[in-house]
């Protein structure tokens, strides 16, 4: 594509995010779901017993060490509830890069859920986040339904990016894809990757149909997350290539149904979900070392991440990436080296790393912003995903106490991943 110039994308969701009359993004959501039929405080014990993954990664082990306190993640999704008990005071002001009410009230439910997956307290019912230390900075964009309704900013996308970059955010969550490159979003990504922010985003839910790499996923600076099963193995939908850097859980985890948020859903939440779960393993992981740059946490990601004995050193699979997400692997066994703080671990080209000196600065607004809680309410996720725990995965050089769970993730990943046909294939560079 020309400068300047966008295409129409194709939808690979649930949900799509379009920008105006140009284009549309599609958000990387769950597909099936199911409706658990009550009000959250009505069901908390239910639904929280349902984030099996928390214990898979034993969040209770590495909350001794950190919660992600001092970590901002910038989420460019539907918005957020802040009206949500879970989520009174873990919300920042953030953008509406939509450009309509100027709010960042969720009109959806995806970006809450996401929202609460990483910095959720669990009150009144709601999910637990597993960075609950963490802050959210909200960067509100347009879903295909939303723009049938209201004249959006066309490179709202971009434009959220940008704003995140200028944030206090060190970490930029994106659980949206899209099948064409953007000329307008890729300079986004550039300038926030320039600013030593760490990007993630979904490789989208299309592995089992077209397979399209897909955007900001595919681009050389973002780290794209596929999506992992509690077996360790990658989900059927999860798109697949050498943009897959790293996996994390995502299937049989609650969601908000839809925008009265009067419910939680059953089923696979995406890439989306396992998006939001690597963003806030970063937090961890950023939390735990205030002084690392964004190439120094996700390097010790990838060196930490759970994956099987035949794993060969050096090797990435085009399914998993680098494994699982394993923060309590890198937080309390000190598994994987952070390295050169200026050398980027996905080009393995140096790097510009303005802006990192200010990882886990204090933000320059703390306030909550929960002024907002009257706002339309949210629902639920959708793409088909499943997902794993990386702290049950076991690594080659790791045999302690995850071994239980991480034959399985370890193990099982590798049948999983061979059987697919590009299992350890080495890491391409990739070009937008």
Known sequence: MTAGMSQVRKRSGAYGFRRGPLFAVAMVGAAAMVMVGVAPAAVAEDTQSKQWYLDAMRAEEIWKSTTGEGIKIALIDTGVNVSIPSLKGQVLKGLDATETDGTTDDYDGHGTTLAELMVGTGAGGGLKGLAPGAKIIPMRMANEEFEKKHESKTFDNANAIREAADSDAEIISMSFTGEFLSSQENEAVKYAHGKGKLLFAGVGNTGNKDNKPGYPANYPEVVGVAASDRDGQVADYSQHGDFVDIAAPANDIPRWCDETFTKYCDGDGGTSTATALASASAALIWSANPDWTANQVLRVMFESAGRGDDWKPGTVSNYLGHGIVRPNAAINRGIGKPGDADVSPLTNERTTAEGSDDAGAPSKDTSPDDSDSSSPKPGADGAKDTGTDTDTAN???????????????????????????????ARKRRSA
């Open 395 to 425: 690594a080659a050089e790791d045999t302690g106490d995850d071994s239980q769970l991480g034959l399985i993730l370890g193990g099982v990943a590798v049948v999983a991943v061979l059987a697919g046909g590009a299992f350890a294939v």
